[in-house]
């Protein structure tokens, strides 16, 4: 039996990021013939696409530094966000609730009537509950509760008030009314910047400064016994650790674990099919948006990006997202059908004509996508967290941890873990 001090399930970012930061005694176990988990990148062609859209906007200097420090500048594209929501054929500002004045007279009318006469609470039941409350029946019903049904794929009132934490948009009156006079970006991502050879560049730099042999690729973890810190791999061997640092998703590795059924059962989430398309010639009508929100229930996708106009690049490389809900088997059928709805929704919204030549495809199923944030679960998983680190098992990133952040929020976190062991 082999011992290790850290067994580290998962390559991704957040198991780089551990490695990068523990003293030396390290094991990685990654299921895929690559690392990067879902930051990887495809080159395909005259494309370069990411599993999903993956942007960077940094609030720590030595993460930057530690990247950019790598990198030739003339490797990195800075942008500020340029993000639309294309409503009834039209496209309206990113967020809708701050750009309301955007709309046709009568449904401007509607959504500052239902805001200055909305019933605000000290205490919401749920997400949806506290839509209502923040922002008017008109504003919640033509995009909020649209757009977020398809991006979660589940009913708002299933989710915690606080789902997005700082990723939500947030916005009071006062907000709203000054946005009509002079329009401002305040969201925390209202900059960003991106690899020109995509995401997966970064995830270069983590995975070059470890030792290669202390990395298992086509390996998984088949077994474990946390009690006596033993776990058993997919090519036969029995590993002894001190440390186990899991960033598998949380509802796989308690399927390994086990004696968790309960807490397996209330875990909700969802799942994503993204395509990434490419095409020979440029879009008509997206010739500077970065990415777009579509609230249209009659259109099969809530987003679509646009890696030309963030690369500068002419001919039209998109990714494309459709939610569906965690019980939903994603067959290749389906996965086919969604291909040929995406490219009819696409000529429908003008985004593509009947002369542009879809040159290369490549889908992808994220599962889990986004999980869904309940407070029961929270404290559940608070308490799981706390019992299993009595056993010296730590499950982090932004699945293992079963949270809603940013990539760097999940390096954070797995330096911190890190320095905090050595």
């Known amino acids: 039996m082999k011992k290790v001090k850290y067994l580290i399930i998962g ?3 957040s198991g780089l990021t551990f490695a990068n930061y523990a003293d030396g005694d390290y ?45 030739s500048n003339d490797d990195i594209v800075y942008n500020d966000k340029c993000t639309k929501i294309l409503y009834k054929d039209k496209f309206i500002d990113f967020p809708f609730q701050t750009n309301i004045h955007q709309l046709e007279k009568d449904e401007f ?22 839509l209502y409350g923040k922002f008017g029946k008109s504003i919640v019903e033509k995009f909020l509760k649209p757009y977020n049904e398809k991006l979660y794929a589940t009913d708002l009132q299933n989710l915690d008030v606080d789902a997005m ?21 305040n969201s925390y991502n209202s900059s960003f910047l991106y ?22 690729l086509n390996t998984s973890v088949t077994k474990l016994d946390i009690n006596n810190k033993k776990a058993e791999l997919s090519n036969g061997d029995e590993i002894n650790y001190d440390y186990l640092i899991n960033t598998m998703p949380l509802n796989k590795f308690l399927t390994l674990t ?14 994503v099919l993204v395509f990434n398309l490419g095409f020979d ?6 010739t500077e948006e970065h990415w777009i929100y579509i609230p249209d229930k009659g259109c099969n996708f809530y987003r679509a990006g646009f890696y030309n106009n963030i690369l500068g690049d002419d001919k039209l490389s998109m990714y494309i997202e459709i939610g569906y809900s ?21 000529k429908k919204s003008n985004i593509i004509t009947d002369d542009m030549k879809l040159v290369d495809h490549v889908s992808v199923i994220m599962d889990p996508a986004y999980v869904h944030i309940n407070s029961k679960t929270n404290n559940d998983i608070d308490n799981l967290k706390q019992e299993l680190s009595k056993k010296s098992v730590y499950t982090i990133g932004r699945y293992g941890a079963w949270i809603y952040n940013s990539m760097e929020d999940s390096m954070i976190s797995a330096k911190e873990l890190a320095e905090n062991l050595k």
């Open 165 to 185: 934490g700082r990723f939500f948009p947030y916005a009071d009156k006062e907000a709203i009314i000054k946005n009509m006079k002079n329009s401002e970006v």
């Open 195 to 216: 690899p020109k050879k995509g995401a997966g560049s970064f995830i270069e730099i983590l995975y070059n400064e470890l030792d290669k042999n202390r990395v298992l």
């Open 281 to 286: 010639k440029p879009s008509p009508r997206c």
């Open 109 to 130: 009318i509607d959504c500052l009537y239902d805001l200055f006469t909305k019933e605000e609470k000290d205490n919401y039941d749920n997400f949806l509950d506290m």
């Open 258 to 271: 086990g004696g968790y059924d309960t807490l397996l059962n209330e875990l909700s989430y969802n799942k």
């Open 11 to 13: 390559a991704g970012i």
């Open 326 to 346: 965690k019980d939903t088997e994603i067959t290749q059928d389906m996965i086919d059908n969604q291909l040929t709805l995406t490219i009819e929704n696409l």
């Open 27 to 71: 094991l990685i176990v990654e299921k895929e013939n690559e690392v990067g988990g879902y930051c990887r990148t495809f080159k395909r062609k005259d494309y370069v696409w990411d599993f999903a859209g993956h942007f960077f906007h940094f609030k720590t200097d030595e993460f930057k530094k530690k990247f950019l420090n790598k990198m």
